[in-house]
């Protein structure tokens, strides 16, 4: 019989045949969402039948604590308005990357701190996320971690992102998946110095979770993206920027949605805008 359109050829001291590879070449390997993937041998070898793994979308989350979450906004917030404030985000940005990870055709995955928090934070997600520990240590190293179990899996890319950007939209994570079939790392980059969504491609997972890897860095500092941006240098991955965002980390950063907000009604992020105007008289 015929396999694959090979055409069999005899077996030596017998009637059975065996398939012969075909002398073109093959064409090149791309991901579910048209990124150029690298040879198989360094990445994981497709199973005959089977369509290539899909990307994972990653959101970063934590349990909302009083006086765990926010708390550079404690004053003008109280601990439990802070947590409160964090709930609305973390909802806002799930709800948004579940329409994401439809649209793109990517696994939606929860990564969750601390891990036995995550029965209560899975319970108030959207349909389709699957949950993962983020593990333990600085953040860096849990980035690394979940990027490479995403890796081990057969994810071909993978976006990894916070839970305190509420106006970054499908639109700018579609624009990080199309960035990957030009370059290794792509970053949307904050006002601060750091940033709220990372994509890597295939070579970024391959070379990019080994130690010392892209992230084994201070994170959460003003210098965070200029000192992945070098990490990327030395691992040998291409890194471009994209458009850039924000996170919620203090009152000016308040304002700043506010604005958003006029520039463009439509932001996805309607529990924490009420939220924020609930509680106006705290920081306005």
């Known amino acids: ?34 990124v150029l993937l690298p040879p198989a041998s360094e990445h994981r070898r497709p199973i005959l039948g089977k369509p290539v793994r899909r990307g994972w979308l990653v959101v970063f989350a934590k349990s909302p604590q009083p006086g765990s979450v926010k708390t550079r906004l404690c004053p003008p917030f109280t601990p439990a308005q802070a947590a409160d404030l964090y709930r609305c985000l973390l909802a806002d940005v799930l709800e948004e990357s579940a329409r994401a990870a439809r649209g793109l055709d990517l696994d939606a995955v929860l990564a969750v701190d601390p891990p036995e928090a995550g029965a209560a934070l899975a319970a108030a ?29 057969g994810a071909p890319v993978v976006l990894l992102r916070g839970s305190d950007s509420p106006a970054l939209s499908v639109s700018t994570l579609r624009e990080g998946i199309l960035a990957l079939a030009e370059t290794d790392v792509a970053i949307s980059p904050d006002r601060d110095g750091g940033y709220g969504l990372v994509a890597l491609g295939p070579r970024a997972l391959l070379v990019g979770t080994r130690p010392p890897g892209l992230f084994d860095h201070r994170m959460s500092t003003p210098s965070v993206l200029d000192d992945t941006r070098a990490e990327a240098t030395r691992l040998g991955l291409r890194c471009r920027t994209i ?42």
Do not use: Y
Request: some cysteine; proline content about 10%; charged content about 30%.
């Open 243 to 284: 458009s850039p965002g924000f996170d919620i980390d203090a009152v000016g950063d308040l304002r700043r949605l506010e604005e958003a907000r006029r520039a463009n009604p439509e932001l996805p992020c309607r529990r924490t805008l009420a939220f924020l105007d609930e509680n106006a008289g705290c920081w306005r």
């Open 1 to 34: 019989r015929r396999v694959g359109g090979a055409h069999p050829e005899p077996e030596s001291g017998g009637g059975r045949t065996k398939p012969v590879r075909s002398a073109e070449a093959r064409p090149p390997r791309t991901s579910a969402q048209g």
């Open 125 to 153: 997600s959207p349909p389709g996320f699957r949950t993962v520990a983020q593990g333990g240590g600085e953040l860096g190293g849990r980035m690394t971690r979940v990027a490479r179990e995403a890796a081990a899996a």
